[in-house]
């Protein structure tokens, strides 16, 4: 992992280049480089965490003739074959970096070049010859890469806050992606003018005209079933070896690596199978949840880290330590919360940098194998008979999920229909200040869900992968893979591997049928059955608990930390000089919390929008008010620019 920057038509001098590589300094402690274009107005530049080739992995990146430059921010897996195959077609490498492939790749292969690539990665490309820069995102958004384009000039980066570093762009908040992520239709970034490029595109930029055109090189393409040819033991050994092929692709690295570890079956199949294959103990990672049982996976983690023989290490995050980093977790994560669980990873991984710089994880199961509740026919309400609902002329009162249908050609997660909702657009927008009611209520969160969704695939689905396609498009990259491992890990230097979203183990999973992934109400029951006797009996018979911090009670006195922040961020005057919130309603919702005794639905979903409003105040004043004192912190050393190594 690594932390890279490019842009395109700005005449952006090197010292503004230096200053935005730096506000990656976090993401790339190891080295920076950068590279300017010779008459044209093209940089790139890379904060490096040195986790291959050590030595020689320095970005950016040249071809043997110097014309094409890449900054990259992933690993590249099966790279020996790759790079044989490569050299016996006559190119010459510089170095043993993974990241090099890509440049001899595109040489050969054109555009058509990110078929070959298996891993997750994002990287800026510049074709000196062809005057084009590709920005390329993998394939479910594993690695970030946002950008910004105004007036045919580009700026790109791995986080909004090196755009913003480069001067060209100022820190602004999006209301309508604020009322977009409390709709279910989770925003790429809660600033203005900061988009992020889709998992599986590559966006080309032609240097000489500025225009650019997206390219879609990759998609789900769920089948409408799965193939029920083979025998489900055979499905089972298959998945068993496509599991563990992963795994083993991802202990490649020249650096330690562990696992962070959960009481879930995911965790404990990534460290049952590193243990398998890694030289030596395994370092297993873990949060502890005191203050919580119903929330605390420790002593299920400890016991499955001992049934592996691994190295076993934990933090404790109680309500006061979580609360102690939400405004590090807020400025290094630049999205907002409704749970603290994001911290509790942020804590995490600040100890595993203590022992190791690469961890793998199991983030993206629930979704390729079917985890979470609302898959379950008649638990979510994805179920036939919620969609019969929608058939009577007289749709459901309060909840005119017609038009959600209509837009979408389904019925999305039903909390998610609910809040898209007319009745609910009304409550959510009346959490804001007066003077951006009239623009939310003439827009619809529906637009940026139909720009995930390609109704070609989804309309041939049956309901349960029209749900599946929907959960993976709207919450997996812009939240899930952000807030709960890209941020968190890189704020430590710390590479995060998700073996589960292999696209070649993917490939395997979407063919695999629904039946055999729940079964008899027993979620991922393919994925159990592949690795029973390799977990904890405990652990392979308990049902899907989320990752969860335990619920904040938005009360005073609940807690001093809380008191603090609710001071400093939710005050009269804070709420007025930040301009996004209606203070009566927000006064409102606190008059009504601490009047109820007992804990409820309301309370809970009280709690839920207030922390969203403290994490969105808290952002507010890190970036749009004091943004300029901090870039002025930004203390990673300039680096040098950057000139081609020699050909090997």
């Not at 290490?313 to 977790?329: G, I, M, N, R």
């Not at 005119?400 to 837009?407: G, K």
């Not at 927008?429 to 940026?448: E, I, Q, T, W």
């Not at 689905?461 to 498009?473: A, D, E, G, N, T």
Request: glycine share 8%.
């Amino acid at each position: 992992m690594c932390g890279i920057v490019g842009f395109v038509g700005h005449a952006l001098q090197e010292g503004e280049l230096h200053r935005a590589v730096a506000a990656l300094h976090h993401r790339g402690p190891d080295g920076n480089g950068i590279y300017l274009a010779q008459g044209v107005n093209v940089g790139l530049g890379h904060a490096r965490l040195a986790i291959m080739d050590l030595q020689t992995g320095a970005q950016p990146l040249f071809s043997e003739h110097n014309d094409v430059v890449l900054v990259c921010n992933g690993e590249i897996y099966d790279y020996d074959r790759l790079r044989r195959d490569l050299e016996a077609r006559g190119h010459m490498f510089r170095s043993r970096s993974d990241s090099e492939l890509i440049i001899h790749l595109y040489e050969e292969f054109g555009r058509d070049f990110v078929a070959h690539l298996r891993g997750e990665f994002a990287f800026l490309l510049y074709d000196e010859n062809r005057q084009e820069l590709l920005a390329v995102r993998d394939r479910f958004g594993i690695k970030p890469l946002f950008f910004n384009v105004e007036q045919n000039k580009f700026l790109f980066a791995s986080e909004a806050k090196a755009l913003f570093a480069t001067g060209k762009l100022a820190p602004r908040i999006s209301v309508p992606s604020l009322r977009d992520y409390l709709s279910g239709a989770m925003p790429d970034s809660v600033f203005e003018g900061v988009d992020a490029v889709p998992p599986g595109y590559m966006i080309v930029v032609d240097v000489k005209t500025g225009t650019h055109s997206f390219h879609r090189y990759w998609d789900l393409d769920l089948p409408p079933e799965g193939d029920s040819t083979a025998t489900p033991d055979a499905v089972i050994a298959q998945l068993r070896d496509a599991v563990e092929e992963s795994v083993r692709l991802r202990l490649r690295a020249d650096v330690p690596v562990g696992v962070y570890l959960s009481g879930g079956i995911d965790s404990a199949i990534i460290a049952a199978t590193v243990a398998k294959y890694h030289t030596g103990a395994v370092k297993a990672f873990t949060i502890a949840f005191p203050d919580d049982h119903a929330f605390n996976e420790f002593q299920l983690s400890q016991d499955m880290a001992r049934h592996v023989g691994a190295e076993f290490h934990s933090v404790t995050c109680d309500l006061e330590t979580l609360l102690a980093s939400a405004e590090d977790f807020l400025w290094i994560s630049e999205i907002p919360f409704l749970n603290l669980h994001g911290v509790g990873k942020f804590l995490l991984s600040r100890l595993a940098r203590e022992h190791v710089k690469v961890v793998l994880t199991g983030e993206g199961s629930d979704e390729v194998f079917l985890g979470y509740v609302y898959f379950q026919p008649g638990k979510g309400s994805m179920s036939d008979q919620m969609v019969n609902r929608l058939k009577p002329k007289r749709p459901p009162r309060g909840k005119r999920l017609d038009d959600v249908v209509a837009q979408l050609g389904f019925l999305p997660l039903h909390e998610h229909a609910r809040s898209l909702s007319d009745r609910m657009q009304k409550v959510i927008a009346g959490l804001f200040d007066a003077k951006h009611r009239a623009r939310l209520l003439s827009s619809r969160p529906m637009a940026r869900l139909r720009g995930r969704i390609d109704r070609s695939q989804t309309d041939l689905l049956p309901h349960m992968r029209q749900v599946q396609y929907f959960s993976i498009k709207s919450m997996l990259a812009p939240y899930l893979l952000a807030a709960l491992g890209d941020r968190p890990e890189l704020a430590h230097a710390i590479e995060g591997r998700p073996p589960f979203l292999d696209h070649h183990l993917f490939d395997l999973a979407r063919r695999i049928p629904d039946g055999l992934k729940i079964r008899d109400g027993v979620e991922k029951y393919v994925l159990r059955e592949a690795f029973a006797g390799r977990i904890t009996e405990a652990i392979y018979r308990r049902k899907k608990w989320p990752y969860f911090a335990p619920p904040l009670r938005i009360k005073r006195g609940h807690s001093v930390q809380l008191d603090q922040l609710l001071d400093r961020y939710l005050s009269p005057g804070a709420l007025d000089r930040a301009g996004i919130f209606n203070r009566k309603a927000i006064r409102a919702m606190f008059r009504v919390r601490a009047a109820i005794p007992f804990e409820s639905r309301l309370t809970r979903t009280l709690d839920v929008v207030l922390m969203f409003v403290l994490s969105v105040q808290i952002i507010e004043r890190l970036y749009v008010q004091q943004f300029n004192a901090r870039c002025g912190e930004f203390s990673a050393p300039k680096p040098a620019a950057c000139e081609p190594a020699a050909v090997q």
